[in-house]
């Protein structure tokens, strides 16, 4: 079965740090660029980052940038997010899908599947 399965979320305290995984099954994520998106109740899905698939260039949201990485290891299929300093808005369901890397890169991409994601809640 070929998805993406995201895991790795939990419940942490403001400044506090998480890594979310991302990890492909029935395919090979190396061709890939891969996005992090979330989404918070009543709000609109939003890029979070992504890493291309050839040489690992970045991009990040400017709400993240300084304090989220986005990495991946291609051996073991997975592309991580590392959370730091977390702030109480950084709680959503975050997802990860393919992407076309570039500009553009922030935008939901249309017509794929979006997994159940790993839930991140940020609170004292």
């Known amino acids: 079965q070929v998805q993406l399965v995201e895991s790795g979320g939990g419940l942490v305290q403001p400044g506090g740090s998480l890594r979310v995984s991302c990890t492909a099954s029935?395919?090979?994520?190396?061709?890939?660029?891969i996005g992090w998106f979330r989404q918070a109740p009543g709000k609109e899905r939003e890029g979070v980052s992504c890493?291309?698939?050839?040489?690992?260039?970045?991009y990040y949201a400017d709400s993240v940038k300084g304090r989220f990485t986005i990495s991946r290891d291609n051996a073991k299929n997975t592309v991580y997010l590392q959370m730091n300093s977390l702030k109480p808005e950084d709680t959503a369901v975050y997802y990860c899908?393919?992407?076309?890397?570039?500009?553009?890169?922030?935008?939901?991409?249309?017509?794929?599947?979006w997994g159940q994601g790993t839930q991140v809640t940020v609170s004292s």
């Open positions: 899908v393919p992407v076309v890397y570039g500009p553009d890169w922030y935008i939901p991409p249309p017509n794929v599947y």
């Open positions: 029935g395919f090979s994520l190396d061709r890939y660029a």
């Open positions: 890493i291309s698939s050839y040489d690992g260039a970045t």
